[in-house]
């Protein structure tokens, strides 16, 4: 839990002297609801992985190509891979060139990474290492449509795996829906 309010900001660790609680900025807005639904969470991977993806293909040095590519052979480790779900697009972002992009795609890694370990099997490994080489694939050829696109897809079949739309209808802001 206060991984998840310092990644929102609402906390701050400084090593050796402790964590302080952050002042809030007034922004007007209502206060980030650190418990999404598990569909809720993969609506908004829809939204933002496939961007990071497009960018990446647009973007990525020579150096960034070969950060990822070490990762996916890495990844080839189921154990490694389930310590690191999420962190395929977290590296898409940042070789993008959107740190924003890339912390809001880690915050949302971090919330889904419990529900992946706990539905984790053969099938769902298989399938995500498949499309992030296809992923980045597009990415090395520069595609940025295909890498977007290729993206909207792996995220529709992990949400299909859990058993999830990706498309969330819920109340306006400030009501729960049930």
Not at 76 to 89: I, K, P, T, V, Y
């Amino acid at each position: 839990m206060l991984k998840q309010l310092e990644a929102a900001g609402l906390l701050e660790t400084r090593p050796r002297v402790g964590v302080f609680v952050r002042t809030p900025e007034p922004s007007g807005l209502p206060p980030l609801d650190l418990r999404p639904t598990a569909s809720e969470l993969l609506a908004a991977r829809e939204l933002l992985e496939p961007r990071a993806a497009y960018l990446a293909a647009l973007y990525a040095t020579q150096d960034w190509v070969d950060r990822i590519s070490r990762f996916l052979e890495i990844s080839a480790d189921r154990s490694r891979a389930l310590s690191s779900a999420g962190e395929f697009h977290v590296l898409c972002a940042q070789a993008g060139g959107n740190a924003l992009l890339a912390q809001l795609i880690a915050h949302f890694a971090q919330l889904t990474r419990q529900d992946y370990e706990a539905y984790a099997s053969p099938d769902l490994h298989r399938l995500a290492l498949a499309q992030h080489d296809e992923i980045f694939d597009h990415i090395v050829n520069r595609d940025a449509d295909a890498a977007q696109s290729a993206t909207v897809l792996h995220v529709r079949a992990v949400a299909s795996l859990y058993g999830m739309p990706t498309t969330v209808r819920r109340a306006p802001l400030g009501e729960r829906s049930t």
